[in-house]
Structures are given as structure tokens and as C-alpha cells.
């Protein structure tokens, strides 16, 4: 029996209750593939986490020096990211909004990292364009998010295929955007943290780059 998807209210309602709990839900170590990407980040730029959660990727960020702006519609989420971000003697700012309703600064930050963040194909767009507008000329985007052959997983990701993404889509997006892909992969990894450590999860994992002159 497929599931009736709840509608975006009520989404936001099921993460506050998920993060209402003392633990880190995803942990507090950063993302890999964000961690393996280290020596492209640039200490003193700005960096958007998008859908940062408890913040183990913006805190993350600013550990490493970059001005973190952490965007996510869960108070609780932020406020957990916040007091992460104190314990390791740092500062984030933080903004509770919904992705498709946030009025999006532009050609604003130096970097924009999102990690999980599975809306419906047609939001997939959205969200991308939105991500790219937010760069400034030159900035780098860093997105990681389960792939179409999670469906056939029960370790995590969403119950609904079409929130799922494809490496070929997500390549049609960027190219219209005029994006610059410097790498965009679908495969399968082996969790190292999060709730599902061990297992495997297919991911799609990209790095574009807005053009430094408009196309
Ligand atoms: C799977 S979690 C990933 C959290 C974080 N990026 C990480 O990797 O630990 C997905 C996050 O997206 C947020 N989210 C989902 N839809 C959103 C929306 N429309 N606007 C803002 N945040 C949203 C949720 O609150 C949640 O924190």
C-alpha cells in the first residue's frame, strides 16, 4: 500500500518532532563527501548550508573559517545547530524558513552546501536554480542526496521515488542554468556515521560552479 505523502505543514511538523530529542539524529561529524572536499573551501569566504539540520555540516563549515548562514524550516534543528556550533566555540548565524517560500539572498555566499534535501522532482529544479542564484560569479555548489536506486533500499531515504533524484536530471538542470559541472556522480557508499552506519545508500554527489560572466 503506497503511503499518502503529507503535505508540506505537516513535513516540517514530522522534523520538529524528529529533532525535538537530545541526540543528533544525523550525528555531529560533517558530511564525507563535504569533508573529503576540504581543500576547496576558502577560510573568510561565506557559505550557505541549505537544509542544515542540526548544523554537523554548517558548524562544520565554520570550523574550518568560512561566515555560515544555516538554512532549515526545523527551529529545533537550528537551535540544536546553534548550540553545536557554541560547544565547539563558534559562531553560525541561522535562519528558519521553508526553501520554497524563503526569500533567497542572491549572488550572495561563496559557497552553497547541501546534503539530503529531497523535495519532488519538479522542486528538484527549484531548489537548483535557487542554490546556483544564490552564488556569487565563480562560487561553488556542493550537493550530496540519495539517488533513484535508494528506492530499493530500507536504510533511509524518502518512501516517495519522485523525491529521489537522477544524475541525468540534475545534469539537464545545471547545463540550463548554464552551471559549470566540475564532477556529478550517482553511486553507491557506505555510510560511515548518520543512522545507518555500515550500510550502503546510493547518492547522487555533484560540484558546480556558478560562471564568473553571466552566460
Ligand atoms: C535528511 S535531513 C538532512 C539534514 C542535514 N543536511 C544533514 O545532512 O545532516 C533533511 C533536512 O531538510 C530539512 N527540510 C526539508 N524540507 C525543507 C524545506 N522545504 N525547507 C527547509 N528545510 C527543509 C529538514 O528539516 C531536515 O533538516
Known amino acids: 500500500m503506497s503511503k499518502q505523502q503529507p503535505n508540506r505543514r505537516s513535513k516540517q511538523e514530522s522534523w520538529e518532532e524528529r529533532y525535538a530529542g537530545e541526540d543528533y539524529l544525523f550525528g555531529t561529524e560533517p558530511n564525507d563527501f563535504l569533508a573529503q572536499e576540504t581543500h576547496r573551501l576558502i577560510p573568510g569566504s561565506r557559505a550557505l548550508a541549505v537544509a542544515d539540520g542540526e548544523g554537523r555540516n554548517g558548524v562544520w563549515l565554520a570550523g574550518q573559517g568560512l561566515e555560515v548562514l544555516s538554512v532549515d524550516f526545523s527551529a529545533n534543528a537550528l537551535a540544536k545547530a546553534r548550540a553545536l556550533a557554541a560547544e565547539r566555540g563558534l559562531m553560525i548565524e541561522t535562519v528558519q524558513a521553508d526553501l520554497f517560500a524563503w526569500d533567497w539572498p542572491l549572488a550572495a555566499f561563496d559557497l552553497v552546501a547541501a546534503f539530503f534535501i529531497q523535495p519532488g522532482q519538479a522542486q528538484q529544479k ?11 560569479p565563480g562560487g561553488l555548489l556542493i550537493f550530496e542526496a540519495h539517488a533513484k536506486a535508494q528506492a530499493a533500499s530500507e536504510f533511509g531515504g524518502p518512501d516517495n521515488p519522485d523525491h529521489l533524484y537522477a544524475a541525468a536530471v540534475v545534469r539537464r538542470v545545471l547545463e540550463e542554468a548554464g552551471a559549470e559541472i566540475i564532477s556529478l556522480e550517482e553511486k553507491t557508499i557506505i555510510r560511515r556515521g548518520g543512522r545507518y552506519p555500515g550500510k550502503p545508500a546510493s547518492v547522487v554527489r555533484l560540484i558546480a560552479r556558478r560562471p564568473s560572466r553571466p552566460q
Open 126 to 136: 527549484i531548489l537548483f536554480r535557487a542554490m546556483l542564484a544564490a552564488l556569487k
